[in-house]
């Protein structure tokens, strides 16, 4: 019998000058047991490949939009940290959000509602100090690092209909960029979705997020 293949295809949509959420995503996965089967040179996208699983990310530049819409990806998992305001104007990437199955988004951007269309059809997760927000650093403080405790307010059904409950993660980030949390805190739940278990979470967010 032929074991089913499963495809993920995650897209990062970040405007940020170190661009780290697809590094540390390559990095998650890689601790949750993934290994890197193909990456382009241009460091924009990698497939990555555990039993049955494969995961294709692709970082989202700008002038990448258009030319993802043409090739017609239908992403399950979109990540949102932050972006310039041009890019909110840009329907083909509203089409894109449109399309995807989950989104995580950082609601702590002005204009992030942009992004949504009116008759939303995936899975909305918000990420971000804001109070409403589904999952939210409650207390954090920087030294020669970050400790934050990451709160996942409200339940939230992963890519295999499994449930991920409500709690409360503490990480340590070596990093002392407020910023990085977005990043952090989109990747964390981007690997919950798929299953990464919070051991490797643990593990992982013991390491540098800026990884060279």
């Known amino acids: 019998d032929m074991v089913e293949q499963q495809m993920i295809i995650i897209g990062i ?11 540390l995503l390559k990095e998650i996965f890689t601790m949750s047991g993934y290994k890197i089967y193909y990456e382009n040179k241009l460091e924009s996208m990698a497939v990555l490949n555990k039993g049955n699983t494969n995961i294709i990310i692709i970082d989202i530049k700008s002038n990448l939009i258009s030319s993802i819409e043409n090739i017609g990806f239908h992403f399950n998992i979109l990540i949102h940290t932050f972006l ?17 199955e ?6 702590d951007e002005e204009r992030w509602t942009y992004l949504l269309n009116d008759n939303i059809k995936p899975i909305v997760i918000t990420y971000g100090f804001n109070n409403k927000a589904t999952i939210n650093p409650s207390s954090y403080n920087i030294h020669d690092l970050i400790e934050t405790n990451i709160c996942f307010q409200r339940e939230i059904k992963r890519i295999d209909s499994t ?7 503490p990480i340590k980030i070596y990093s002392r960029e407020k910023l990085d949390i977005y990043s952090v805190i989109s990747t964390i739940t981007c690997g919950l979705l798929l299953g990464v278990d919070k051991f490797s979470i643990n593990t992982f967010m013991n390491f540098n997020t800026h990884i060279v």
């Open 13 to 23: 949509v970040e405007n940020s000058k170190d661009r780290i959420t697809f590094k």
């Open 102 to 107: 989950y989104i995580i988004i950082n609601c």
């Open 84 to 100: 310039s305001p041009k890019d909110y104007e840009n329907h083909k990437l509203k089409k894109l959000f449109s399309e995807s």
């Open 163 to 169: 449930m991920i409950e409500p709690f409360e993660l």
